[in-house]
């Protein structure tokens, strides 16, 4: 942990405080919630063995980087997964909600499936952790101006998907 830092990390306020966004950033990037459960607990596992030499202040941008290299490391290895077993958040809505609610969410996470990777990471990045382009540069080694295209040309190609599929 840099100077700057407490003398100990407060490993389970970390956890707390950002497991739920690693854990919808890995969702967002493989579409399977398993494999999703399997990056989120293996990028706490090497926060924990790197927690002597981590900077509190870019950890949202460190995690996200981590999570992105599992499941690249995960496709080199074949164990890419497209099953969309994602469950509605709200489990009250009835039975016609439900359905179209999960049918939209499914929707939306296989157009997130068809960006290239880098893209979908650069947004997913961006819209759903609101983390700095300075950190998404250093997070997909992209320079900041890549990075701002790549948002903007996902988005794009996210709302003609919809379109698409609205008809």
Not at 39 to 54: G, H, K, M, N, P
Not at 121 to 137: F, T
Request: aromatic share 6%.
């Amino acid at each position: 942990m840099n100077e700057a830092q407490p003398d100990a990390l407060d490993f389970t306020s970390l956890y707390e405080r950002h497991a739920g966004a690693v854990m919808r950033f890995a969702l967002y990037l493989c579409g399977n919630r398993a494999q999703a459960e399997d990056i989120t607990s293996e990028t706490f596992v090497r926060v924990w063995t790197a927690r002597d030499r981590l900077d509190l202040g870019t950890i949202t941008g460190y995690l996200v980087t981590i999570a992105r290299h599992l499941y690249l490391q995960g496709l080199a290895r074949g164990r890419r997964v497209t099953a969309l077993d994602v469950d509605p958040e709200d489990p009250s809505p009835d039975p016609q909600q439900a359905a179209e609610g999960r049918a939209e969410l499914d929707a939306v996470l296989a157009d997130l499936q068809r960006l290239p990777e880098v893209d979908r990471a650069a947004l997913l990045m961006r819209a759903q952790d609101q983390i700095s382009y300075n950190e998404i540069e250093a997070a997909l080694e992209i320079s900041v101006g890549a990075a701002k295209v790549k948002v903007h040309r996902a988005r794009l190609k996210l709302a003609e998907l919809r379109l698409a599929r609205k008809g």
